[in-house]
DNA sequence: GGGACGATCGAT
DNA sequence: TCGATCGTCCCC
């Protein structure tokens, strides 16, 4: 398990923290059961002046109104109407950052996950879970809501001291084991496409696209 | 009121 | 590679 990561863990520049929450533990205590992941790829949306970031031009809207409040909340959007994504609301006070979560590695509650996600995993003989099945649970920002049974209602929560925090499972990701390169998906954001701000653990199998 | 679009996903 | 599908945003 771990301890809760603090207030300052999110409190700092957003491309340090999009970097350390690599590695850390997202739980999501909710009525049905505990489900978590270890965070493997995530992605920094730096506005004003990232044309891929919902922010951009300092655009402020009742959907991004997280994005502009303290560092540590939950920022929840809904994406071509049926999916939901999480990011971590980073920077300053009024500065409108984030770094949303895009893949994790199933650690806690894996038959909750694979049930919320109309999936069935099958244990091997000696009780485990192939790799193929547990990939599936929660590869993608869309895929690791749903698995974690988080939608709009969790919009704005701590995530320090919530359902929906964050843990440090295991010690931070060496530097050295850290990839970083342009972030997918934003084909419409001009120069903003090929900056480095998507982040993903070397090697690791659970990360939602290769980079 | 209406039109355009999307930080995705799953089937092909 | 392509289409689903609807909330959000912005313009009229």
Same mark, same amino acid.
């Given at each position: 398990?771990?301890?809760?990561?603090?207030? &300052?863990?999110?409190?700092?520049?957003?491309? !340090? +923290?999009?970097?350390?929450?690599?590695?850390? !533990?997202?739980?999501? &205590?909710?009525?049905?059961?505990?489900?978590?992941?270890?965070?493997? !790829?995530?992605?920094?949306? $730096?506005?004003?002046?990232? /044309?891929?970031?919902?922010?951009?031009?300092?655009?402020?809207?009742?959907?991004? !109104?997280? +994005?502009?409040?303290?560092?540590?909340?939950?920022?929840?959007?809904?994406? @071509?109407?049926?999916?939901?994504?999480? %990011?971590?609301?980073?920077?300053? %006070?009024?500065?409108?950052?984030?770094?949303?979560? @895009?893949?994790?590695?199933?650690? @806690?509650?894996?038959?909750? +996950?694979?049930?919320? @996600?109309?999936?069935?995993?099958?244990?091997?003989?000696?009780?485990?879970?192939? $790799?193929?099945?547990?990939?599936?649970?929660?590869?993608?920002?869309?895929?690791?809501?749903?698995?974690?049974?988080?939608? /709009?209602?969790?919009?704005?929560?701590?995530?320090?001291?919530?359902?929906?925090?964050?843990?440090?499972?295991?010690?931070? $990701?060496?530097?050295?084991? $850290?990839?970083?390169?342009?972030?997918? %998906?934003?084909?419409?954001?001009?120069?903003?496409? &090929?900056?480095?701000?998507?982040?993903?653990?070397?090697? %690791?199998?659970?990360?939602? /696209? /290769?980079?």
């Amino acid at each position: 398990m771990g301890e809760r990561v603090p207030r &300052e863990f999110f409190e700092r520049p957003t491309l !340090e +923290m999009a970097e350390a929450l690599l590695g850390t !533990e997202l739980v999501h &205590e909710t009525g049905e059961g505990t489900a978590a992941g270890r965070i493997v !790829e995530v992605e920094a949306y $730096i506005g004003p002046g990232d /044309k891929a970031a919902h922010t951009y031009g300092g655009r402020r809207t009742r959907r991004t !109104e997280a +994005m502009f409040g303290p560092a540590g909340h939950a920022y929840v959007y809904q994406i @071509r109407g049926t999916h939901f994504c999480l %990011n971590a609301v980073s920077g300053a %006070n009024g500065s409108p950052e984030a770094v949303l979560i @895009r893949a994790l590695e199933p650690t @806690r509650g894996l038959d909750l +996950m694979a049930a919320r @996600r109309g999936l069935l995993l099958k244990r091997r003989e000696d009780g485990s879970y192939g $790799i193929r099945d547990l990939r599936g649970l929660a590869g993608g920002p869309g895929r690791l809501c749903r698995a974690l049974g988080i939608t /709009k209602e969790q919009y704005g929560w701590s995530l320090t001291d919530s359902p929906l925090h964050l843990c440090h499972d295991i010690d931070p $990701i060496p530097a050295d084991q $850290i990839c970083r390169g342009p972030r997918v %998906n934003i084909e419409y954001a001009e120069e903003a496409r &090929e900056w480095p701000w998507r982040f993903w653990i070397r090697g %690791n199998p659970y990360v939602s /696209k /290769k980079g």
